[in-house]
């Protein structure tokens, strides 16, 4: 069942055009995308020093893309529906590099800040066209799946190597060329974009939900920025509660008005009917916090118990970065012939035994045996998870709800991860009161025994996604 409207025309790409290409340009928009979301982390004091920035300011450098990105996500993913994903993706890419370039030739904060929210946006806009583009031109259901792990590689792998570029872009350049880097890379993105994607179908020239679409994205920005500033202030707090309520109330708005009163929903409350669409999307709330946990967390004990500087915790996270890479794309291949359950569960084992095993290490550990073991069987746990996920969220989609689906699914990976950073810092930051390393990695201790307690639930809720993903 599609929406209302003209049916969206079946993609027709010219045979001169090879699959791998198209698949090629979805992984390195998409690798674009989570890379920018952590290669600016190692610049901030650089950044800090020559533009003047404040401490409470220096933040809204990170958290202006965040909240932009996971705000605008679900918009994104409608519009690349009404509108093509081609169009949404090259108009994505045209915004992120322009924002880009602006960020790097700024010269106040407000500037860089303003920058840095143009560029989420520009994700935003990019991320469900990605996946929009897979749906769309990967229909069998073998050659969809190995396309979800090299798409789910792709945005794993930019997530890891941000701290390692920043690092080395920074002290090699200058801070502002981690923005610069990205006009050229675009305009080639671009480039390939109008070509590759001449065939696409050119959206259903429907009108956008208006109603829908500003109170979701505003409910969604106002959760967001509530449970951000629940990093400086307490969780009961007006700065804490005051957005947080809001934004669920603004959500709560916008699931009447989808349900009683839009002729065209932005969001169809149908789909959430399929029901690889509603679990998997509810796993990926909780894997949200297993991605946390991993990257962001293990790098703080990495940094701050084991003594590790930005760079070196970047690069002593590069084995897992490799290790999710290689068994993403094998989870891929296997999806097919296994389905969903046993790849989710078997991720699952993972997380136990990873996160079990990490949440020992403390200050005197070594390495090798404290991080880098159970940090390679986290890794293979979110390559045989993540991807899997992805599919499910998405694989019974209608062709033409393939961008807002692939925008939900994106939202709630990115919902649940700011959540799950909240919650884990909170966590964290009672245990590790004193301040001291071994204070430190008892924080991050119970940080890495809830996660393992979120590799539990995503396998109890397994068991209630399909067998398969249908094609």
Do not use: K
């Not at 390692?164 to 090699?172: H, L, R, S, Y």
């Not at 891929?332 to 699952?348: C, D, E, I, K």
């Amino acid at each position: 069942m599609t929406s209302i409207g003209t049916a969206p025309r079946r993609a027709t790409t010219p045979r001169t055009v090879p699959a791998w290409m198209i698949l090629a340009l979805a992984c390195a928009a998409q690798f674009m995308v989570i890379l920018d979301a952590s290669i600016v982390n190692v610049a901030l004091p650089a950044i800090r020093g020559e533009l003047g920035f404040t401490a409470t300011g220096l933040a809204w450098v990170v958290n202006g893309y965040l909240l932009a990105f996971a705000g605008f996500m679900l918009l994104g993913g409608r519009a690349a529906d009404l509108f093509g994903p081609r169009r949404m993706l090259v108009s994505g890419l045209v915004l992120f590099s322009a924002a880009s370039l602006a960020g790097g030739l700024a010269t106040t904060p407000g500037v860089l800040v303003a920058a840095r929210v143009a560029q989420g946006v520009g994700a935003a806009m990019m991320a469900p066209a990605t996946l929009a583009v897979i749906n769309t031109f990967f229909t069998e259901p073998g050659a969809r799946a190995r396309a979800f792990g090299a798409w789910s590689a792709a945005g794993g792998v930019g997530g890891m190597i941000g701290a390692v570029a920043g690092g080395a872009i920074t002290t090699g350049l200058s801070w502002r060329w981690v923005f610069l880097i990205n006009v050229p890379i675009g305009a080639l993105l671009i480039t390939v974009a109008l070509t590759a994607l001449a065939g696409a179908h050119t959206g259903r020239r429907e009108p956008l939900d208006l109603t829908g679409a500003v109170t979701g994205t505003a409910g969604l920005a106002a959760l967001i920025y509530g449970v951000m500033r629940s990093a400086d202030h307490a969780w009961l707090s007006g700065q804490v509660l005051v957005p947080v309520l809001a934004g669920l109330l603004l959500l709560a708005v916008f699931v009447v008005v989808e349900a009683r009163f839009a002729d065209r929903p932005m969001m169809p409350l149908r789909l959430l009917r399929i029901r690889g669409v509603a679990v998997g999307n509810g796993m990926l709330l909780l894997f949200g916090g297993i991605t946390i946990a991993m990257w962001y967390f293990s790098s703080l004990f990495l940094q701050n118990v084991l003594g590790f500087s930005a760079l070196q915790a970047g690069l002593g996270q590069t084995p897992a970065a490799v290790t999710f890479m290689l068994v993403a794309r094998g989870s891929a291949a296997l999806l097919p012939r296994t389905g969903v359950r046993p790849l989710v569960l078997a991720g699952s084992a993972g997380f136990l035994a990873g996160f079990g095993w990490l949440s020992l290490a403390q200050a005197d550990s070594a390495y090798l045996t404290g991080v880098l073991g159970p940090t390679l069987l986290v890794a293979a746990g979110i390559g045989l998870t993540f991807p899997t996920l992805m599919a499910a969220a998405t694989a019974d989609a209608p062709e033409g709800d393939a961008g807002v689906i692939g925008g939900l699914a994106n939202t709630a990976s990115q919902v649940g991860g700011s959540i799950g950073l909240a919650v884990l810092a909170t966590a964290a930051s009672g245990a590790a009161a004193a301040g001291t390393p071994a204070a430190l990695a008892d924080g991050y201790d119970l940080v890495f025994l809830i996660a393992a307690g979120l590799g539990l639930a995503i396998a109890l809720v397994s068991f209630l996604l399909p067998r398969r993903p249908r094609g």
